[in-house]
T-cell receptor, first 113, second 114 residues
Framework: GENVEQHPSTLSVQEGDSAVIKCTYSDSASNYFPWYKQELGKRPQLIIDIRSNVGEKKDQRIAVTLNKTAKHFSLHITETQPEDSAVYFCAASIVQGAQKLVFGQGTRLTINP | NAGVTQTPKFRILKIGQSMTLQCAQDMNHNYMYWYRQDPGMGLKLIYYSVGAGITDKGEVPNGYNVSRSTTEDFPLRLELAAPSQTSVYFC?????????????FGPGTRLTVT
């Protein structure tokens, strides 16, 4: 089955700097890669996703890149702000109607003022 | 539109007890999911459903059962609770219509088994 590895487990950056979180996946059939943000005690919320027919997607300060050959994808947050502090999870799945998401272990991002 | 709702928010069970975690969605989504999240970890899929009457196992189904008699409801049953089932449980739903693929999560149920 699918296996998703996420690095780093913790990341601390200065406000205004960029943050990059990386994930690798094992199943070459996976075709959907979402990123979720989870604040303490809250539910995960989708912040951006990418499908396997696209190499890069951007939404304001957030971007995701996908390298299908290497089977890895990354989350880029630019101009970080204190409200970006949270745990971020990557996930991968094969979409066949339902999505059986396999999550990475999470990255705790701290933005230092 | 309440989205995905879950009850209860918190529960403490004794070893060997049973309980049902409730999940409901009012978005007419075909697909529903149950995940568990252990402290400091990512979510793991327990069971999922592609529609009323159809359910299937995810990564970690042992010790759990589900049913889906209506589009709206997807309860998760724990039989003979064990300490290893201490976790936060999230229900989610998705659709291929509208904004496809996004899974909408409920607020979670925090379960402690002692």
């Amino acid at each position: 089955g699918e296996n998703v590895e996420q690095h780093p487990s913790t990341l601390s950056v200065q406000e205004g700097d960029s943050a990059v979180i990386k994930c690798t996946y094992s199943d070459s059939a996976s075709n959907y890669f979402p990123w979720y943000k989870q604040e303490l005690g809250k539910r995960p919320q989708l912040i951006i996703d990418i499908r396997s027919n696209v190499g890069e997607k951007k939404d304001q300060r957030i971007a995701v890149t996908l390298n299908k050959t290497a089977k890895h994808f990354s989350l880029h947050i630019t101009e970080t702000q204190p409200e970006d502090s949270a745990v971020y999870f990557c996930a991968a799945s094969i979409v066949q109607g339902a999505q059986k998401l396999v999550f990475g272990q999470g990255t705790r991002l701290t933005i230092n003022p | 539109n309440a989205g995905v709702t879950q009850t209860p928010k918190f529960r403490i069970l004794k070893i060997g007890q049973s309980m049902t975690l409730q999940c409901a969605q009012d978005m007419n989504h075909n697909y529903m999911y149950w995940y568990r999240q252990d402290p400091g970890m990512g979510l793991k899929l327990i069971y999922y459903s592609v529609g009323a009457g159809i359910t299937d196992k995810g990564e970690v189904p042992n010790g759990y059962n589900v049913s889906r008699s209506t589009t709206e409801d997807f309860p998760l049953r724990l039989e003979l609770a064990a300490p290893s089932q201490t976790s936060v449980y999230f229900c989610a739903s998705s659709t291929l219509a509208g904004v496809p693929y996004e899974q909408y999560f409920g607020p979670g149920t925090r379960l402690t088994v002692t």
